[in-house]
């Protein structure tokens, strides 16, 4: 595997900042140039957002972007996120009309979809939640991240506490159908302009909240990626993935690497948007192969981080 991983481009809002073709060539030339022979490209979700724009505008802003991978050779995996959710439910939706027309209809629960989309004419392998991938004989594990914090943790411990009260078990399709009850309802809310805008008011306001908790935490002396270690171990055991070496996630738009010892390596590959990034996660990207791991900066001509893999 020789990959560029790149996470959190919300195409559809005008936060992103890869809808400027410019910015677009100079991350291909950079790729051309460092990524030693790079002929994948890892989108680690929420590359559509399809929660502040209407679908149409998201796909249509991610034109010059997907165009210009495809057209390098770079063969796309799509890890799907949550402002990008929606592309599950389609998948789902066309697997279950396939399903009905044959007469089966027994409900069913898949922990893991890998499925292919045509995106504006082209080919894109899709896949949620995980994709795992060998690399100097180490095991990687590329997640968006949206299952580790935030509203999803309050999902599952709603879901747990009424399962609870009424004597039954959690099961592990309960996470995802809260969580598409969710995000299919902000999905549906942004064709009103009203409610994004509300929307964006009660995002930019957990920012500001995030960012005072983290200069709060910052006193402690924790980095990004090692706040989510925990959760990162967790996921990884309710998942039964077995060994893993490295986890790679974006969805926090923070760049950063951290591993405790006998503990996986967890790398953030940040994001490229202005909304709720610090400077040190604002256009920035994951470079892996048999050298190593660079996790870099645009524009940038040394890596904010490097490391062998041994």
Known sequence: MDAVVISDTHFGTESSTLTDPMKVDQLIGEITETGNGCNEAILLGDILDFWRAPP????????????????????????????DHHLVVMNQEDEFRERMARGDLYPIYIPTLH???????????????TYQARCSQRTFLFTHGHHLDGIQAISLRLVD????????????????????????????SSSM??????????????????????????????T??????????????????GRVDCFVYGDTHRADIYQKKGGPLAINSGS????????????????VNDDG???????AQEPLFRCELL
Do not use: C
């Open 56 to 83: 149409e505008k998201a796909v249509r802003d991610s034109r010059y972007f997907l165009k210009k991978i495809s057209e390098v050779g770079l063969k796309m995996r799509y890890v799907v996120g949550n402002h």
């Open 115 to 129: 499925w292919s989309q045509t995106i504006d004419g082209m080919r894109i392998e899709m896949l949620y939640p």
């Open 161 to 188: 506490y009424l399962r609870q009260l009424s004597g039954e078990e959690i099961t592990p399709a309960d996470l995802e159908r809260m969580l598409t009850y969710a995000y299919e309802s902000i999905y549906r």
């Open 193 to 222: 302009g009203d409610v994004v805008r509300f929307e964006e008011g009660l995002w930019k306001a957990s920012g500001l909240f995030r960012r005072f908790r983290e200069g709060v935490l910052s006193t402690l002396s924790f």
């Open 224 to 241: 990004p990626v090692e706040r989510h270690y925990g959760a990162i171990l967790k996921f990884l055991r309710d998942q039964n993935l």
């Open 272 to 287: 490229f948007t202005k909304d709720g990034a610090v400077s040190s996660g604002r256009d920035t990207y994951l470079l």
């Open 293 to 299: 791991l660079s996790l870099r900066k645009l524009g």
